[in-house]
């Protein structure tokens, strides 16, 4: 099984410094195809065979490099039949649609062993609300169909600056896990689990959550209480369906509908996850509302201490846990759970992030809690 992920990005996002990056420190030890398609930004040294259009290099650490021109889908095609590739990494031309050059991979899903991994958008902090204005078509295509979008700068904007930013791209694409975090500081295995959907923080809490209601409710099987068996929704950031939580389930396998195909992050998983594409409703008993927030805020330790008080003496927050950049500088991990709260020191993560899950939560009182 080949994995295809697209690394589309406006001219000049960066994209050639994060695939090196990625190259280097996350595909180790994968047979790697770089392929660019039109207008690549990568200069590549030594001789080219032209073969059918295709221009082709060896690079380092087993990565060959091509660039693609006339019949995109057939040169793929060739491609993967010749070198038959762990990974290949598409970089499209800056002004290309994403969804186009999907549609010319999921065509060639149904001929090949590969798969559509990770739709992935490199934007360029400083530039982005400019960009979208200048050229609103393609720059928006590019973010409404990427399942992770990167920032690159992020380092040398404002905070006001980034939170404009990543609120305008949420606007475009309200599921896109957003790396906010200057990607020098983040390793590139950390980067890939986010590409790959690994590391959905709110499923882990909800995952979480379920298992201590099941014990609660173990404990005090004696206790019978009336329930109000209307139906809830679980509210999620990164997915576009109600996604039916198992605490033994860590995949991170979603079923990105609003991409047009099945998104499989790990083609043996039998864990059920993925492909529901009607709604799932809990029994009320096993109801939570969850609440998922990514956000580049950075929070002064005294406030969050202030939330996370206000939480323990609430009624209706069963859970909360998250990270965030604090104002010194460091990133504070936090965890509460009724009766009691803690934050630590941690490593940067690819963006603040909180989840809150409790009964009758609404996220406009959450957004001002926080103070977002």
């Known amino acids: 099984m080949t994995k295809i992920d697209i690394i589309s990005g406006f001219l000049g996002a960066g994209k050639t410094t994060f695939i090196k990056k990625m190259i280097d420190e996350a595909f180790t030890g994968e047979k790697i195809v770089l392929i660019e398609n039109e207008f690549g930004e990568v200069g590549i040294d030594g001789g080219f065979l032209k073969d059918a259009g295709i221009q082709i290099t060896e690079m380092n650490s087993g990565c060959i490099c091509c660039s693609l021109v006339g019949d995109f889908g057939k040169n793929l095609n060739e491609v993967i039949t010749k070198y038959h590739p762990d990974r290949i990494l598409i970089e499209p031309s800056g002004v290309g649609k994403l ?143 109600d996604h039916e939580h198992d605490e033994n389930c860590t995949c991170g396998c979603h079923d990105h509908e609003e991409h047009e195909h099945h998104h499989e992050h790990d083609e043996n998983c039998t864990c059920g996850c993925h492909d529901h594409e009607h709604h799932h409703h809990h029994h009320a008993d096993d109801v939570f509302t969850s609440w998922g927030k990514e956000t580049p805020h950075k929070f002064e330790r005294a406030k969050l201490e202030e939330v996370l008080k206000k939480f323990v003496d609430s009624d209706n927050i069963l859970r909360s846990k998250g990270m965030v950049e604090s104002t010194d500088g460091t990133w504070l991990y936090f965890d509460m759970v009724p009766g009691e709260y803690e934050i630590r020191e941690g490593e940067p993560d690819y963006t603040g992030r909180i989840v809150v899950i409790g009964t009758e939560i609404h996220e406009d009182e959450l957004l001002k809690t926080f103070g977002l």
């Not at 209601?213 to 019978?224: C, D, I, N, P, S």
């Open 99 to 241: 969804s186009d050059v999907m549609k010319s991979v999921i065509d060639i899903e149904k001929e090949q062993d590969v798969k559509l991994n990770a739709l992935v958008t490199v934007v360029n902090a400083l530039k982005a609300s400019k960009q979208m204005k200048a050229f609103g078509e393609f720059f928006n295509n590019q973010i409404e169909y990427a399942t992770t979008v990167i920032l690159s700068r992020s380092q040398n904007a404002t905070p006001e600056q980034l939170e404009f930013c990543v609120n305008k791209i949420q606007e475009l694409n309200p599921k896109a896990a957003i790396i906010t975090t200057d990607w020098a500081k983040l390793s590139g295995e950390q980067i890939l689990k986010v590409m790959e959907g690994q590391d959905n923080l709110e499923m882990k809490a909800l995952a979480e959550a379920h298992h201590a209601k099941e014990e609660a409710e173990h404990e005090h099987e004696h206790h019978h209480h009336d329930h109000d068996h209307e139906d809830h929704e679980h509210h999620h950031d990164h997915e576009d369906h």
